[in-house]
């Protein structure tokens, strides 16, 4: 199997300007990503950014870097630009990493992509991990997933999904594991369903919940889903974040 990790590294950060050069531990966020996405079985590792100081960045550590649109939307729309400028064929593989997930797994990667590339009838793969706590659940910040049996993804939301009728009501903060499940932000696509996606106009759900994934639910596409394989350390959004990811590497 082969595949491409594609790193989107927006600059400008609402809550963290500058994101991706931020130091951590003697080292930008940006390449320690890269660093973590290269030790994945991934063919090639390529970061897309809107900023020329990132692009230089990544070029001054090795890497190889592609300057991308500054108005894209999203990571898909951006990782899509990527795909066109590389010109890969439609059924390669493409992992979305993201550019602030500085601890994120190479194991992980390599399951994604082994997982998409395992079901040819799914358009997207990404991943989960057991909620343990009632602050997680209820917390809007973090996304859920409810997928059949088959790991076929049935509905990502905000809210605590699915609803404990009788459970919730009692108070309890004991959550029974394997219940709920916390979405990992990683995706694997197809370069040819990426060039179908981002032609979609978003969908009416997907604005409610604000969760790009909805869209493809909207146009009937399969998105497979599968507990990690390796526990995932949560990104960098926040100061908060970034303090805590320092302190880890201090």
Request: with cysteine; proline share 8%; glycine share 8%.
């Amino acid at each position: 199997m082969s595949f491409t990790v594609i790193i989107p590294a927006r600059y400008a950060s609402t809550r963290l300007p500058a994101k991706p050069l931020a130091d951590i531990g003697g080292v930008p966020m940006v390449i320690r990503v890269m660093q973590r996405a290269s030790q994945s079985g991934a063919g090639r590792v390529c970061v897309a950014t809107d900023d020329i100081r990132v692009f230089e960045l990544v070029r001054e550590h090795g890497g190889e870097v592609l300057m991308t649109r500054a108005d894209h939307v999203s990571g898909s729309d951006r990782l899509e630009e990527v795909a066109r400028q590389l010109e890969l064929p439609a059924e390669h593989i493409i992992v979305n990493v993201q550019g602030d997930e500085p601890l994120i797994p190479p194991a992980v990667i390599d399951q994604v992509a082994a997982n998409l590339a395992g079901h040819a009838d799914y358009g997207m793969a990404t991943l989960c991990e057991p909620i343990e706590s009632r602050a997680e659940l209820f917390n809007p910040d973090i996304v859920k997933v409810v997928a059949d049996e088959r790991g076929r993804a049935l509905y990502f939301s905000r809210a605590p999904i699915p609803w404990h009728r009788d459970g919730f009501a009692e108070q309890s903060e004991d959550l029974p594991l394997g219940q709920w499940w916390r979405h990992i932000g990683i995706y694997a696509y197809r370069a040819g369903f990426l060039h179908r996606f981002v032609g979609w106009p978003p969908a009416r759900i997907e604005l409610t919940e604000s969760l790009e994934q909805l869209r493809a639910m909207a146009n009937g596409i399969a998105i497979h889903v599968a507990p990690a394989a390796e526990p995932v350390p949560g990104g960098v959004d926040t100061p908060e974040d970034l303090a805590r990811m320092r302190a880890l590497f201090g």
